[in-house]
């Protein structure tokens, strides 16, 4: 199945003036403040944590249920070794593990937490179907199962595309027409197919609980 991939961002984050401990966005630049919940991934590298970091690549961040549920959160991606004690942050993104997933609800209230080998894309999703819950109208299990839905439409344009350059290589008889017609009908249905995922995510994103200021 096609895959959705993940678009970390990696903030610089505001350890000091005006931050308040119970909303995570205060600490956040503004670039990066917006109205949808927070998945944040506080990364390790050092070599007793190697295992875990290898083990979140190769299951939960390969899960489609997170990957596809996160394109309704901010994705943010810490250097957990720079999340001290002590600072203003701590009370959201700190912990005794690393790796850690942390998610964070719109108003950037911590939901919860699951640290180094705890980590599974079961409890991943569960904070995030949580944190979704507060914030948007559709449950983010239907958002998984109707995107998955659409993944296996591109799935099937794709192979149908794989097909047509299989029998154009193959072919002794040029049918440059009719292969152009097969073509542009392709392009057509992957077209129709993305601007009806594009409708849905608009459909999500815009009908929210609350609207926050």
Do not use: C
């Amino acid at each position: 199945m096609a895959r959705i991939d993940f678009k970390w961002q990696e903030p610089k984050l505001n350890g000091y003036e005006g931050v308040n401990p119970d909303d995570f966005r205060t600490a956040l630049p503004d670039s990066l403040k917006s109205d949808k919940p927070f998945l944040v991934f506080l990364t390790s590298d050092l070599p007793d944590d190697s295992q875990e970091m290898s083990n979140i690549s190769s299951t939960t961040l390969r899960d489609e249920s997170v990957a596809i549920g996160a394109t309704l959160f901010s994705q943010l991606k810490v250097n957990g070794l720079k999340v001290k004690e002590g600072s203003a942050f701590w009370k959201t993104l700190g912990g005794k593990e690393l790796p850690r997933m942390v998610v964070v609800d719109a108003a950037g209230a911590k939901v919860g937490a699951v640290e180094g080998k705890d980590i599974s894309p079961s409890k991943v999703f569960g904070l995030m179907k949580r944190a979704a819950t507060r914030t948007y109208k559709t449950d983010l299990e239907k958002v998984v199962k109707e995107t998955k839905s659409i993944l296996t439409e591109i799935d099937q344009v794709e192979a149908k595309r794989a097909a047509l350059a299989t029998k154009k290589e193959h072919s002794t008889v040029a049918k440059e027409t009719e292969w152009a017609r097969e073509a542009k009908a392709l392009d057509d249905q992957l077209k129709a197919i993305e601007a009806k995922e594009a409708d849905l995510r608009k459909k999500w994103a815009e009908e929210k609980k609350v609207t926050k200021a």
